[in-house]
DNA sequence: TAAACAAATTGGATTTACCAATATTTTCAA
DNA sequence: TTGAAAATATTGGTAAATCCAATTTGTTTA
C-alpha cells in the first residue's frame, strides 16, 4: 500500500482537515504554495491533489481566487441499516417476487435453482448458491424494478460489515435448515403457486429474524433483553397476512 | 464554460478515444510523453488529466509500466425499466410499506400526511405531495432498507425520460382520483389497520397500472393489442392475496 | 537454456519560470 | 471626503527542464 503515489495521502490529510472543521464548508484552502510547503511537498503534487480533490466533488477550484471547500453530499451509501432492518425488507420484498415468480418462472429457471440446491447440499460455497437461487427467482419476475431492489439489498450485504458478521454467525451454523426451506420454496415455484411460495420465503426469512435474535441477545446482557423484545416485534412478520 | 480547466478537455478527448474503441478495457494508453506532444499540451496537464480519469476509476496506473483502461462499470447499472415494471414493483413494496407502518407511524408523521392530502386538494405541486406522501410511509415503516428501496424507486421515476412521461399523461388526468386514493390509504393508516392500508396502497397502484396501459393502448394499433392484454396480464395485481 | 545483468522505457516528483484571472490596495479626481 | 479607476499583490494555470524510481526488455553469460 505504501507504493501508492505521493499526492493520494495529501489528498487524505487534506480531507481529513476539511472533515475535523478547519476548513468548514464555504470557506477556502490556502493558497496551493502555503500548502505545498506545509506539507512539504512540491506545488505539483498539491495541484494533483487539489484535481483529485475536485473530481471527487469536494472542493471547487476558481481561477485566481482560491480552493473552496465544498458541502460533503453523502452518497446514498451513508444508510445505516442493520442486520434486521435488511432481512425484514428482503422479506416483504422477496416475498413478494416469490409469489410473481410463481406464475412467470420458466423451466430453464427452475432447473438453474434446483442445481443451486445441489451445490448448497454439497456444501461447495453455499453462499453462493444461496444468492443465486434468491437472484435466479428476482430475474424471473420479469420485473427488473424488482430485480434492482433484490439486487440493491444484496450489495448492501455483501458492503456492510457489520451485517455481514451478523449474517455469518446465523448461517453457518443452519446451513441444513437453509437447504430445506430453500426446497420448500422451490416447491411452491415448481407448483406455480403464488401463495405457497411467498409463504415459504417469508418463513425462510422468518427463521432468519428470529435466529439474529437469539444470536444478538446471546451477546446481550440481562438488563437490555427487554429492549431486545421490543425491537423483535418491530421486526417481526406478524403484520402479513399469510 | 469556456473559462475551464485545460486539463478536463483533456479528460473528455482521452474518454472519447476510449469509448471509441481506440483503447480498449486493458490496453494501455501511450506514454505520458507521446500524450502531451499529440495533444499539443504539456506534460503535467496530461498527468492532471490522468489523475482525474484514476479517480473516476477509467484508468489504472502502474508505476513504470504505463497507463492501463478499465472496464466501464456503468454506475447507473442502466437497467431498462418500464413504467408497468416500476409501477408493479412499487406496488408491492409499497404495499407492505403501508402495512409495516400502519403500526408504526407516529402521530406527527399522520399530521404530515395529511398535510400532503391538503396540498394535493389545493392542486399546489400535486406532484411533490405525491412523492413526499409516499416517502413519508416509507420512513414510518422505520426500516431504513425498505426507504432506500422506495428512494431508488422515484429516483428511477424522476431519471427515466420515458417513465417520466408515462406517468406525465396518466397523471393529471386523474389528480382527483389520487386524492381520493392517497385519502384511503391515510385513513388505513390512522386506524393503524395493516390489513386496510395494504389494501388500500394496492388499489391506487391498481389503478394506476390500468391507465398506463389504457394511455399505451390508445395510441396502440389493432394488432399490437392483442399482445398488451397478454402483458396487461403479467403486470396485474391478482397474484396478490388481497 | 536459463539466470543475471544492463539499458531503455515509463511514470513520479521537484524546481523554476511565466502567464492570466482575481482580489486588494492605492491613487486621484470630483 | 468619497468613489471610481488604476496599480499592485495574490492565486491558480500552464509549461519546460531535470532527476529519480520502478518496470520492462534485450543481451550477455554461466
Known sequence: MKNRRLFWSIVERIEKLIDSGQYPPGSRLPPERELAESFEVSRPTIREAIIALEVLERVEVKTGSGVYVLEHKKQNTEHVISAFELTQARALVEGEAAALAA??????????????????????????????????????????????????????????????????????????????????????????????????????????????????????????????????????LSHLVS
Chains 1, 2 share one sequence.
Open 103 to 236: 406464475t412467470t418462472i420458466s423451466e430453464e429457471e427452475l432447473a438453474r435453482l434446483k442445481q443451486t440446491l445441489v451445490e448448497m447440499e454439497k456444501g461447495i460455497n453455499p453462499d453462493a448458491a444461496d444468492k443465486e437461487f434468491h437472484l435466479i427467482i428476482s430475474t424471473a419476475t420479469r420485473n427488473n424494478a424488482i430485480l434492482m431492489a433484490v439486487s440493491e439489498f444484496w450489495k448492501l450485504r455483501d458492503s456492510s460489515p457489520s451485517v455481514k458478521v451478523a449474517y455469518k454467525g446465523v448461517c453457518s451454523q443452519s446451513d441444513e435448515k437453509r437447504t430445506e426451506e430453500h426446497m420448500d420454496i422451490y416447491k411452491a415455484l415448481e407448483s406455480r403457486d403464488s401463495q405457497a411460495a411467498r409463504a415459504a420465503m417469508h418463513h425462510h426469512f422468518n427463521r432468519l429474524i428470529n435466529a439474529l435474535f437469539e444470536a444478538s441477545e446471546a451477546k446481550a446482557l440481562e438488563e437490555v433483553r427487554r429492549q431486545t423484545s421490543q425491537t423483535r416485534d418491530l421486526y417481526s
